[in-house]
Structure formats: C-alpha cells, structure tokens
C-alpha cells in the first residue's frame, strides 16, 4: 500500500500501487517522457531492465539499464528470474522479477519503458495492475529524422529500427492509452493526466472504505 503523492483533498487515502508501461517504436520518445517522469513524480520507481545490447555513451550501467551477456540472460530467463522477456532488434531485453515484486510490495508505482512484447507479458501476469500507454510519432519522416538526430546508432541499426517500427506501431491496439508526440511537453502532460486518473480509479483505492466509513460518521456540526 502507498499514498498518492499529492496533497489534495482525500491525498492520505491508501491506494494500490500500479504498473505503467510505455512503449514506442525507437526513436518516438518514450524513454524520454520516462525519464521525465521519475524527475518529476516521486512516487514512480523505474524498473530497471537488463539488456544484451551494447551500452550507448550516454548511458549508466544500473541507471539505464543493465548491461549483461547472453549466457547471464539466459540463465536469469530459464531460472524464472525474469518477469518478462523479449528479442528487440536482435538483443535481448527483460525486467527482472525481484526488485519489481520488492517495490510493489512496498506500495511504489512502477514505470517500465519496455516494447509490446514485454507489455503482453505483464499485462497477463498483472492484469489490472498495469495501465499502458503506447507513444506514436507524428509522421515516419519525422521518426527517421529523430533517430538521425540521435546520432547513438550506425546506419545500418536505424535502418532495423525503421523496419521495425510499422510491425511496433501495429500493436497500438493492444493499449489503454495512445498518445501522438508531436510536441514533448503536450504528450508529457497527457501521459501525466493519464497518471492522475488511474491513482484515483475506485479499485486502486482500498482506503476507501474506511474513508467513507469515518466521513459517515462525522456529524455535521
């Protein structure tokens, strides 16, 4: 159980925590709008995914992800070790399972920037814990243009990315919410208004009853 972090009227209530994917095709901004998230909420914790990809030189081992080798995924992903697990673009992604089962435990909301794949998964172990919110470019033209922009990948993996992006986009179906990104800040509000109606869903809420219970108790003097 957790509190929601603001302060408004009912804040104290106690709540369930919930999983919120977001998944784009590369380049559409989704790791961006994540990172702008834990900076801004405090009460998101990231779930910190490891990866067979090599670290780009932007990127903190533990912070971004966790740089492994395959035979290391292998062994997490046939122990059970893993909560989900995919193949991106030839590398291997997952969530590990502890660290994600600790801090729901301890009533965080959790943030996974992972793809469809991943988002599938969880969606079946979790169920109505996760909210997921899918990011889409405004044109392809300008999703090229931004993994130009870049500049962290050769030319021969944004052209896998670009192939990739129409089979990523295809599933924008399978989510709750689906947001354009035209302009960071406005997505960045929609998926913050996307947040704040989820914390508030009557099913999050357990402390609800006792709330209502003590407020029907109250008089009006």
Do not use: C
Request: glycine share 6%; charged share 30%; net charge negative.
């Amino acid at each position: 159980m957790t509190i929601v972090a603001n302060r408004e009227p009912g804040a104290e209530i106690e709540r369930r925590g919930l999983m919120l994917v977001i998944s784009s095709p590369s380049g559409a901004g989704k790791s961006t709008i994540a990172r702008t998230l834990l900076e801004s909420d405090q009460g998101f914790a990231l779930s910190v995914s490891v990866t067979t990809r090599k670290r780009r030189a932007s990127e903190i081992d533990g912070v971004h992800y966790r740089f492994i080798d395959r035979d290391e995924f292998e062994r997490l992903r046939d122990s059970g070790a893993l909560l989900e697990w995919a193949e991106v673009h030839g590398n291997f992604y997952g969530t590990p399972r502890a660290p994600a089962e600790r801090a729901m435990r301890n009533g965080q909301d959790m943030l996974f920037d992972i793809d469809y794949q991943g988002a599938l998964q969880l969606q079946e172990q979790a169920g109505g814990d996760v909210v997921s919110i899918f990011i889409l470019p405004p044109s392809m033209r300008e999703l090229k243009a931004r993994l130009l922009r870049r500049a962290e990948d050769s030319g021969e993996t944004i052209a896998i990315r670009l192939a990739n992006a129409r089979i990523e986009i295809e599933r924008w179906r399978d989510y709750d919410y689906v947001i354009v990104n035209e302009d960071l800040n406005t997505a960045f509000e929609a998926v913050r208004s996307v947040i704040a109606a989820e914390r508030l869903r009557r099913e999050r809420r357990p402390g609800l009853f006792d709330f209502t219970t003590k407020l029907l108790e109250e008089s009006f003097d």
